[in-house]
């Protein structure tokens, strides 16, 4: 299994960040791969990535969930078998650290490729990029999901 850990500093709030990262279907205005996210209940969602021109879906648990801390999820059906979870730290009032750990299992022979060139670490990181870009040009969160969910 392959894993990717990538952090970023964006210049708001915890809350906000939080909230923001809770609008998963938001997730294609900023996540490069990211066709379209269908949030199917509060632990539920479903996925359409491109990868490198190959189209995957996939499902999504939210396995834990906790406002303004984190979010942890595996996937739970599909061609994409992976894990992860994002944190948020509170560096000051207005500066949030961001921290994505992703657990997956390439593929294919192009998916270990990449993973061993670190092709998915550039993405993630730029991912984190466009995070941040996005959040600080809006100065506010478009919705927030503020229940939680035990492990």
Avoid: C
């Avoid at 299994?1 to 964006?10: G, K, L």
């Avoid at 632990?43 to 499902?59: L, M, P, S, Y």
């Avoid at 942890?72 to 599909?78: F, I, L, P, Q, V």
Wanted: charged share 25%; net charge negative.
């Amino acid at each position: 299994m392959a894993q990717i850990i990538e952090t970023i500093d964006v210049d708001v709030p915890v809350t906000v960040a939080y909230n923001q990262w809770t609008q998963f279907e938001t997730f294609p205005q900023f996540l490069d791969e990211v066709e379209a996210v269908t949030q199917t209940d509060d632990t539920h969602t479903h996925w359409v990535v491109d990868i490198a021109g190959a189209t995957r879906e996939f499902d999504a648990e939210i396995t834990e969930q906790h406002p303004d801390e984190r979010v942890a999820w595996n996937s739970s059906g599909g061609e994409a078998d992976h894990a992860g979870v994002v944190t948020f730290h509170t560096l000051s009032d207005t500066t949030t650290r961001v921290t994505v750990q992703l657990d997956w299992e390439p593929q294919d022979a192009v998916e270990k490729i990449g993973d061993l060139i670190g092709v998915g670490s550039r993405a993630v990181k730029k991912d984190l990029q466009n995070f941040k870009e996005f959040l600080e040009v809006a100065g506010s969160e478009s919705g927030a999901w503020r229940g939680d969910v035990p492990r």
